[in-house]
């Protein structure tokens, strides 16, 4: 598929931040990408135009009804100046699989690349330099029909903005206090857990309030039947060295289908560390803690990369992981990953795209 996306350009340049000034998703770039969709017609009139507000109306889909889904993925510079994108494929894939869920028309893979690509090309001045920064990239599609009544919606808009970020933690890369969640349930089998949509965070926001009011850093849920088996963190997936073997949780529906998961999967397995993918209990994290068995934990998501766990607390229970230091695996992981996506060490997994 050849698509020549047309560009408006803007004619009020934004002020840059400088790369030690930034947080993460507050700065949005000069320009968004969108693309209308409609039914039969499928996806068509891709365009960049200036960053602004979108237009709608107050009975539009999305805001009643919810269909609404989107990607995070980012865009870095690598010491040649060059523009690298990591597994942005994965990412197409993810937002199909989410699109299916919500009865949202399914687009284009090449399309969907050809678009990313483009967008991050125009705005490659935005990608910043410093280590630990990047460019944070937000597809997403929007319901946009303005009517009342519960059915798909018959038109759509996918948009990609971008924002210039620094570190997801403010603190950076130090290990966090994480809160089991024991009475509210994200997400259930059969439901919307593995489709990335706003719904799912929404109903995560209760919760994390009132972990942080408690001084805690995330959530950590459980399944939403027995209330036991581990699942994903607000905005990660988990991960457990027990022994010499790292256990996450498996994918069954409930828990998003992580790229930067998939991509410790690999390594890991790469480095001959053995791994199980299966459902592990509260109860069995936390007798491994008292035995000795349990070594590490850390989180794996898109914004964070690598985020090592110093603490555990459910119910009456609080432990300290390892020591409350960042562990020799996490470290490893988030080091290779971080290089692989700047450019800075061998991509032997064909994993990063550079941007034209």
Known sequence: MSTTIPITRTNHLKSKPRDEELEFGRVFTDHMLLIDGAGERGWYNPRIVPYGPLTLDPAT??????QALFEGLKAYRSPRDTILLF??????ARLNRSAARLCIPPMDEEL????????VSVERDWVPHAPGTSLYIRPTIIATEAFLGVRPSRTYCFFIILSPVGAYYAE???PVRILVEDRYVRAVRGGMGAAKTGGNYAASLAAGEEAHQKGFDQVLWLDGVERQYIEEVGSMNIAFVLDDE????????????GVTRDTVLQLVRDWGIQVAERPITVTEVFAATRNGRLREVFGMGTAAVISPVSELSYQDQTVTINNGQVGPLAQRLFDEISAIQRGLKPDPHGWVVEVD
């Open 61 to 66: 889909a999305v805001f009643h009804y919810g």
């Open 172 to 174: 950076g890369f130090s």
């Open 87 to 92: 597994r942005p494929d994965m990412n197409a």
């Open 246 to 257: 790292l256990i996450t949780p498996p994918l069954t529906g409930t828990i998003l289908e």
């Open 112 to 119: 969907f690349l050809t678009a990313l690509k483009t967008v």
